[in-house]
Antibody, heavy 118, light 106 residues
Framework: EVQLVESGGGLVQPGRSLKLSCAAS????????MAWVCQAPTKGLEWVAS????????YYRDSVKGRFTISRDNAKNTLYLQMDSLRSEDTATYYC???????????WGQGTLVTVSS | DIQMTQSPSFLSASVGDRVTINCKAS??????LNWYQQKLGEAPKLLIY???SLQTGIPSRFSGSGSGTDFTLTISSLQPEDVATYFC????????FGAGTKLELK
């Protein structure tokens, strides 16, 4: 069974950093592209970043380019999101998602809440 | 970015009803449209991918249709366990989501 478990969320002041992790199990992690998606309170879902199987290709939405870094450790079956220069508008639940054989965003974790506030 | 307009935002229906939810893309996305179900406190679950392909393990009462800009998710006979929020995702280009439809029992 595919399992994705996010961690690392919490309360952080504006301008500070936070690193999210997503522990994967139940599948061969290195075979699949991965992504982060966020959902701000009372708002819709937004794609944040994606990464290829080997980590060599990364993609970001414009609002996080230069501030967030997606990475992965295939030996540890873990996906990361380094979040720097955090802003209040980054407050959201962050989900990691695994791409499928026929479609992206096939499996999701339950999310971790990031609150950016002074 | 491609905008996804989802309707209705709220839906109340009875057990056994046929339920339809719509997503309209701001430009042609071919068939690159997924549907998801999210129950309170749970991870989103993929129901339909590429407009009309049923994900493994999903009951056959769920179906998807459409191509180009207009898409529909249909639940043929609503069950109590279908109470959830449903949302669409286009992956023809940088992915964007619909705002969601909250489905409740009447």
């Amino acid at each position: 069974e595919v399992q994705l478990v996010e961690s690392g969320g919490g309360l952080v002041q504006p301008g500070r950093s936070l690193k999210l992790s997503c522990a994967a199990s139940g599948f061969t992690f290195s075979n699949y592209g991965m992504a982060w998606v966020c959902q701000a309170p009372t708002k819709g879902l937004e794609w944040v970043a994606s990464i290829s199987t080997g980590g060599g290709n990364t993609y970001y939405r414009d609002s996080v380019k230069g501030r967030f870094t997606i990475s992965r450790d295939n030996a540890k079956n873990t996906l990361y999101l380094q979040m720097d220069s955090l802003r209040s508008e980054d407050t959201a639940t962050y989900y990691c998602a695994r791409h499928g054989d026929s479609s992206p965003f096939a499996y999701w974790g339950q999310g971790t809440l990031v609150t950016v506030s002074s | 970015d491609i905008q996804m307009t989802q309707s209705p935002s709220f839906l109340s229906a009875s057990v056994g009803d046929r339920v339809t939810i719509n997503c309209k893309a701001s430009q042609n996305i071919n068939r690159y449209l997924n549907w998801y179900q999210q129950k309170l406190g749970e991870a989103p679950k993929l129901l339909i991918y590429n407009a009309n392909s049923l994900q493994t393990g999903i009951p056959s009462r769920f179906s998807g249709s459409g191509s180009g800009t207009d898409f529909t998710l249909t639940i043929s006979s609503l069950q109590p366990e279908d109470v959830a929020t449903y949302f669409c995702l286009q992956h023809n280009s940088w992915p964007t989501f619909g705002a969601g439809t909250k489905l409740e029992l009447k």
